[in-house]
């Protein structure tokens, strides 16, 4: 009993001792969880940098003086961070609208209001131009670097996001902060950004029920192997923050990690709870691949967010205290209320 | 003689020696026994037979098709007779009917997909002489049943355009311990029926005239060999997708080796050698696995192409 | 051995009537006539490879239309030897010679000791025993056509059949090939039909003669070169 106190106080320790990036004296950024994204005050607004996260030395900035009325994106999650500060009458163009959740702005497509892109890797460049664009917003992995180039010559603003690439699910968010900028809504990014801190700060010390850190996997078979959120990614500081033991938590790197579907199978029998399998129902999982039905968590709790796709991957990442709070109660079995997650059920 | 017994002999102890490596390197040790029953029935046990069916089916196809059509450069794949399975595959992936899919459906949609491209081709065959004629045919068949599948692709979710390219990669951990008795059965049908036909096989090395006067039913052995190659490309691409290469190159192995075009020793050839490849490959990616995973395609490819370019640049 | 009787022979329409003709058995008998004749489709129908229109041939006492059906019987009655061999790449000349067993053997091609010996027996009448282990790509073009011949002696027919088996070969070669045949012929109940151009060599050795012309065949046992020569022409008048 002694040593299980211990390992609590240990915990709440751990979780105490955030990171609490260290920054540089000289400017005052704004942004106090994000690697990538720097927003310092300017004379006329903001000096915005973005780092690349494969070129760590290559540098995106610019001076922002006037917000934008009519900004283009190429992710669904750039649409909820709009969302997030009730902005979607300055979206000009989105995606593909197969994607979409904002019933306003899926009105909006219907409409004619806002252009479907349909890819963002082959960007219709007119498309952007006669909704007279003023802004892109896009997410490192998109369009290729020719496309980008000439829409900046042709006077453009073109901003990389790499918000996906962050390693706290709070750093994540702040880039809420970005699109604040953008819309001239700073205040109340800062202030919203300040509310989702605080709801999960709150939510990660509510009391654990359960008596032990329940181990979790997450994840699922593609093609030949285990496809997962690796130990320093965001989804497993998510994970990490309540509580749960992530199977693979040794396995380093900030993107996925792959595993053999033998290996995940032969060390899987303390696995309790199964996240994110990326199918909406049991049966679903078995037929896209029957073998999942020897794996003994398939008969224990799974949940995931496919019962509704776009919702998660429009949302999620602007409202990480809603995430956690989804997997606060799922740790401790008194699911009241969840955004994201549903039970499959056996 | 004595060489060539030798060598297959060598070879068939190569081959007994990589399944064991193979159930060695595929062993994870597990928590309890009931476990490691698991893994080795549904998971080991089918990848191992996999590896053995897919690439000694593959091989023999690849003979059989090189010999019908006295071009060593033909194979399943140039025929276009996977195109045909790949093909009512996708029509049956993304064509919105996946539950059939892992059932019967699939097996039975590449079979015939299989067994339409090989009668086309034997129509097309009995039409066109040429063999170069033929080939281009196969060819043109391939690229058409590719643009059909790019159409296909662009109506379909997602979801599913990832399953059917997950499938052309190709893999040999997907057979299930239940369907092994179906890839045996329909392997072991094809080899009889092929040991039916070495002595026909050994005559249509001369080209098809000469056979006919050797007393070879010219016509029947045709579809015969046809209605194999389909069976054995038709099954082994349901369960383990496209496999490329292996078909092709083997038989070539087997002949430069061999130095011989006794079909006897060259079906038995491609048996042991083309197993024996594709058990390798496997075992390199087993052993590949921590530093990158290749899916089996890529390894073939890897490995077959460089080869088949040898030998073209060599005979030209 | 071969006989013909109200033969209409022809590939989809007629070509060749031949009311009356009997081949008989110790006999080499040279098929001329010019291009377009209809030698190659006279061949063929001996072969059974293209089929009767009208009236009767047997060969060795067995209907043409028997033959076609029974593939192995065929087999075992008639060889064919082309005008030309190109080789196979990697099959040796023992392996091919042997192919000629093919009709004799069980479905899964196994060669017996009786087989490989008539083989090397055939290759040393032939005088060929150095080549047993060549490859069939590496032979000259004479070496080729006497393999071949070697091959369809081990098929141990009856009737031998030969498209123009002298058109690729020089002189001594020529010799060659006509020496065995005259030689194989003589043993046993055997009758040779090749087709030839060669007008010279059939009449050096005396060869009965089959002239092809305007669809009809006449038998010539005797005649000098300019005699056969306007047999032959006749056709062209036509």
Redesign the interface.
């Known amino acids: 009993m002694r040593s299980l106190w211990l390992l609590l106080l240990l915990v709440v320790w751990a979780c105490e001792s955030d990171p609490q990036p260290q920054r540089p004296k000289q400017a005052k950024n704004l942004c106090k969880y994000s690697e990538l994204l720097t927003i310092t005050p300017a004379k006329n607004g903001f000096l915005i940098q973005i780092k690349n996260p494969e070129q760590p030395k290559e540098k995106f900035s610019f001076q922002l003086e006037q917000p934008f009325m009519r900004i283009a994106v190429l992710s669904a999650t750039h649409v909820g961070m709009l969302s997030a500060l009730e902005q979607q009458h300055r979206l000009c163009a989105i995606p593909d609208k197969r994607y979409l959740h904002d019933p306003l702005i899926k009105k909006a497509v219907a409409q004619g209001k806002v252009a479907d892109l349909k890819s963002a890797q082959q960007l219709s460049i007119k498309k952007l131009l006669a909704r007279h664009t003023q802004a892109l917003v896009f997410s490192g992995f998109g369009p290729e670097q020719t496309q980008i180039k000439r829409l900046r010559s042709i006077g453009l603003t073109c901003i990389p996001n790499y918000e996906w690439r962050e390693t706290h699910p709070l750093a994540r968010a702040e880039w809420v902060l970005l699109f604040g900028a953008l819309t001239g809504q700073f205040e109340k990014a800062q202030q919203y950004f300040k509310q989702v801190c605080q709801n999960y700060k709150r939510i990660r010390t509510l009391p654990n029920l359960c008596n032990s850190n329940p181990i979790v996997i997450s994840g699922y078979v593609?093609?030949?192997?285990w496809v997962a959120p690796a130990a320093n990614s965001f989804e497993a500081r998510l994970y990490a923050d309540v509580d749960f033991a992530y199977y693979f938590n040794k396995r380093a790197g900030t993107g996925s990690c792959?595993s053999?579907?033998?290996?995940v199978?032969?060390?899987s029998?303390g696995v309790v709870l199964w996240l994110n399998p990326g199918q909406p129902t049991r049966a679903a999982l078995l037929?896209?691949y029957?073998?999942y039905k020897?794996f003994?968590f398939f008969k224990k709790r799974i949940f995931c967010y496919t019962h509704n796709t776009n919702f998660y991957w429009e949302c999620a990442a602007a409202h990480p205290d809603w995430v956690l709070s989804d997997l606060s109660q799922i740790r401790n079995g008194n699911v009241k209320k969840l955004h994201f997650y549903k039970e499959l059920r056996p | 003689m004595n060489r060539k017994g030798l060598l297959l002999l060598l070879l068939a102890l190569v081959l007994l020696l990589s399944c064991f490596l193979h159930i060695q390197f595929?062993e994870?040790?597990?928590?309890?026994a009931a476990?490691a029953n698991?893994?080795w029935w549904?998971?080991?046990f089918p990848r191992l037979i996999s590896a053995l069916v897919a690439g000694a089916g593959l091989s023999l196809s690849g003979l059989l098709m090189q010999n019908l059509f006295r071009n060593p450069m033909a194979g399943p794949y140039v025929l276009g007779i996977n195109s045909g399975a790949s093909l009512t595959t996708a029509l049956l992936m993304l064509g919105g009917f996946?539950?059939m899919?892992?059932n019967f459906g699939l097996v039975g949609s590449s079979l015939l997909g299989a067994f339409l491209a090989a009668a086309f081709m034997f129509f097309v065959s009995w039409r066109v002489q040429q063999t170069t004629g033929l080939l281009l045919v196969g060819l043109m068949f391939a690229s058409f049943t590719g643009s059909i599948e790019s159409v296909l692709q662009s109506w379909a979710s997602p979801e599913q355009v990832k399953?059917f390219f997950?499938w052309n990669?190709g893999?040999l951990?997907q057979l299930?311990a239940a369907q092994v008795p179906w890839l045996l059965t329909l392997f072991t049908v094809a080899l009889l029926w092929s040991l039916l036909l070495i002595r026909s096989l050994n005559a249509f090395v001369l080209g098809q005239d000469q056979a006919f006067q050797l007393g070879v039913r010219t016509q029947r052995v045709r579809f015969s060999m046809l209605a194999i190659t389909a069976l054995l490309a038709g099954s082994i691409t349901a369960y383990c997708g496209p496999i490329a290469f292996v078909g092709l190159a083997i038989p070539n192995l087997g002949r430069q080796l061999l130095r011989t075009q006794d079909h006897f020793l060259l079906i038995i050839f491609c048996l042991l050698f083309g197993a024996l490849f594709l058990l390798g490959c496997d075992i390199l990616s087993?052993y590949l696995?921590p530093y990158f995973?290749l899916?089996i395609n890529v390894l073939t490819s890897l490995i077959g192409a460089p080869y088949i370019a040898y030998l073209v640049l060599r005979r030209s | 051995m071969i006989s013909f009787q109200n033969t209409v022979i022809g590939y989809q329409h007629p070509l060749i009537a031949i009311e009356n003709l009997t081949l008989h058995a110790g006999k080499v008998y040279a098929l001329l006539g010019l291009n377009g004749s209809g030698k190659s489709t006279l061949l063929k129908t001996l072969a059974a490879q293209t089929p009767l229109l009208d009236g009767a041939l047997t060969l060795n006492h067995f209907p043409i239309t028997q033959l076609a059906k029974d593939s192995n019987l065929r087999a075992q009655q008639i060889a064919f030897v082309s005008s030309r061999f190109d080789g196979i790449e990697h099959l040796t000349v023992v392996e091919y010679v042997a192919l000629g067993r093919i009709p004799y053997l069980s479905v899964f091609g196994k060669v017996t000791v009786e087989d490989q010996q008539m083989v090397s027996e055939t290759l040393k009448d032939l005088g060929l025993t150095h080549l047993a282990q060549k490859r069939t790509k590496e032979l000259s073009d004479g070496e080729k056509q006497l393999v071949s011949l070697a091959r369809a002696f081990v098929q141990d027919t009856p009737v031998l059949l030969l498209d123009e088996p002298s058109s690729f070969l020089d002189f001594l070669n020529r010799e060659n090939l006509l020496l065995a045949l005259l030689k194989w012929v003589s043993r046993g109940q055997r009758c040779v039909l090749l087709s030839s151009h060669d007008i010279d060599l059939c009449l050096e050795h005396n060869l009965p003669l089959l002239a092809l012309a305007g669809g009809q065949i006449q038998e010539l046992i005797g005649q000098d070169k300019k005699e056969v020569v306007s047999v032959l022409l006749k056709g062209a008048v036509h």
């Open positions: 593609y093609g030949d192997q792959f053999s579907i033998q290996s199978l032969a060390k029998t037929q896209q029957p073998k020897y003994p | 595929t994870v040790s597990s928590t309890s476990q698991v893994l549904e998971f080991r996946p539950l899919l892992h399953q997950l990669m893999s951990q299930s087993v696995e995973s899916p």
